[in-house]
């Protein structure tokens, strides 16, 4: 089994990721984030690096989705690869910081995939609004994310929504901004009765 999380950068993917693995007995995969070789570069000039850090990335989830397709483990992935090209690409697109050729070249190479990939059994989507997201990335203090800007958090924000709107699998929206699941058990059971609730039909939605 596949299940995935999704959410804007700052909502606690990682950390619920570790959690569910935990609680379940769930192998977790995590975002190769720490040794993306572009990703210092991309804050500092994001049109001039981003097809070299989309393009990476895409290329590690793609090994990430074959792993997974080939476990007979339950495998808990942070952030898939429908996020990356459908938030985060389409995102720098509209941004201008993909040029129209870039973006072909990048949409073609991701088109070839899809006929080997497939929807997760489970999406768990963290909604956070912009302030709560802003919140999450001053208290960790990664230097490189400082400088994002709110025009972008929200810009991802809004394809977050249109793309769990249209999505055709099986979601779970989890609203974090009033959740601390890392410290407080209570609003961690939530989450674990929703997940039982869409998995097993345990408890009611």
Same mark, same amino acid.
């Given at each position: 089994m596949h299940?995935?999380?999704? %959410?804007?950068?700052?909502? %606690?993917?990682?950390?619920?990721? /570790?959690?569910?693995? &935990?609680?379940?007995?769930?192998t977790p995969k995590f975002e190769a984030v720490s040794y993306n070789p572009y990703l210092e570069d991309y804050y500092k000039d994001i049109p001039r690096w981003s097809y070299n850090l989309e393009?990476?990335?895409?290329?590690?989830?793609?090994?990430?989705?074959? &792993?997974i397709a080939g476990s007979?483990? /339950?495998?808990?992935?942070?952030? /898939?690869?429908? &996020? %990356?090209?459908?938030?985060f690409v389409a995102n720098n697109k509209a941004l201008g910081n993909l040029s129209e050729r870039d973006y072909n070249t990048f949409m073609e190479l991701f088109n070839l995939m899809m006929s080997m990939v497939k929807?997760?059994?489970? $999406?768990?989507?963290l909604k956070s609004s912009v302030p709560h997201l802003v919140s999450q990335i001053q208290k960790r203090g990664r230097d490189y994310e400082q400088t994002i800007s709110l025009e972008y958090l929200a810009g991802l924000n809004a394809r977050y929504d249109e793309w769990i709107a249209s999505y055709e699998g099986?979601? $779970?929206?989890?609203?974090a901004d009033n $959740?601390?699941?890392?410290?407080?058990? &209570?609003?961690?059971?939530?989450?674990?009765?929703?997940?039982? @609730? @869409?998995?097993?039909?345990?408890?009611?939605?």
């Open positions: 299940i995935g999380i999704a %959410g804007n950068i700052g909502s %606690g993917k990682t950390t619920l990721t /570790t959690m569910l693995a &935990e609680h379940y007995g769930w393009t990476y990335f895409l290329a590690q989830r793609f090994k990430d989705v074959l &792993e007979k483990d /339950t495998v808990i992935q942070d952030r /898939t690869i429908f &996020e %990356g090209v459908y938030i929807l997760p059994d489970l $999406l768990i989507y099986n979601v $779970l929206v989890i609203d $959740l601390d699941f890392k410290d407080r058990p &209570e609003d961690f059971a939530y989450i674990t009765d929703r997940i039982d @609730a @869409a998995l097993f039909g345990l408890f009611p939605e």
